[in-house]
């Protein structure tokens, strides 16, 4: 059960929080554990190897590579911040967290998600540059530039979701406390208030209309001027070359977006919790999954680093 303390009136302020997404789903938990855990293993596996193949080979130490090491690591911690918990819950019968566990939570998810949004921004402006200035790449897209936009990435996500969540857990929570969720995400836990919300949601609108669409808005027009080269390009091979640089990344923002746009654009009347447990699915879980993939199966320079790599590792092992 949900822990909780006196509060005035008839209701009680709660201490602790239930989550209930999969308590109708008690027979398939054993199974739903292993399906989570081998993504889970699969997806940390997956962004760990981009992470050491771009760091032994020298020619991918470039700016592109650079902001996908960024997206890597930060695939990994999103998706800690989430499935470790969900894979103990669903070995558990009662599936509880604090407040204070919540909280922290919170903090890491939304963190981790706003600066991938800042991050995507910025590699899609790489794509730009390296695209529609390659002249003036090595001079715009300098060591000094990529280190600057990673940290107007990491910076944005912790100061605008700190205070963000800040003042969500400032709102009183009383009732049952069971949230109709696997984690903590935003509206699920806002619904427990038992204050009005109305002005906390409209804030909270606010900011994902302003910081997920501005970075979204600089993704699309980048890829308008991306397009528009592309096709002033006179060989086929030549398009189709510049073409693939983006493919890539085209992918993992269509991923990403489609959900969160889906999740956090939409007003509170529009959330159920069967839809807000699907599209958190993909966000939380599925596209980390992929993204591994993507950069891996769809980009020809870092498949022929993974080559280059497992030649040498079984030549060592058979001289």
Known sequence: MSGSEPMSGNQSLCTRFTFVAFSSLAELQPVLFI?????????????LIIICLIWVTPSLRTPMYF?????????????TSVVPQMLVHLLMETKTISVGGCA?????????GLTECCLLAAMAYDRFVAICYPLHYVLLMSP?????????????????????????????????????????DIMPVVKLACVDTSRNEIVMFAVSVLFIMSPCLLILCSYVRIFVTILRIPSAAGRRKAFSTCSSHILV????YGTALFTYLQPKTAHTPETDKATALMYTVVTP??????YTLRNKEVKEAFQRVTQRSSLRQTS
Do not use: D, R
Not at 35 to 47: E, K, P, R
Not at 67 to 79: A, D, G, P, R, W
Not at 173 to 178: E, Q
């Open 104 to 112: 922290a939570q919170m903090y890491v998810f939304t963190i981790l």
């Open 289 to 294: 999954a992929l993204n591994p993939v993507i």
């Open 144 to 184: 000094h530039v990529c280190l600057k936009l990673a940290a107007a990435s990491w910076t944005t996500g912790v100061v605008v979701e700190s205070v963000q969540t800040t003042w969500i857990f400032t709102l009183p929570f009383c009732g049952t406390g069971k949230i109709q969720h696997f984690f903590c």
């Open 253 to 256: 923002v269509s991923l990403f």
């Open 35 to 47: 399906v989570f855990l081998i993504i889970y293993l699969f997806t940390v596996g997956g962004n």
């Open 67 to 79: 902001f996908l090491v960024n997206l890597s690591f930060l695939e990994m911690c999103y998706i």
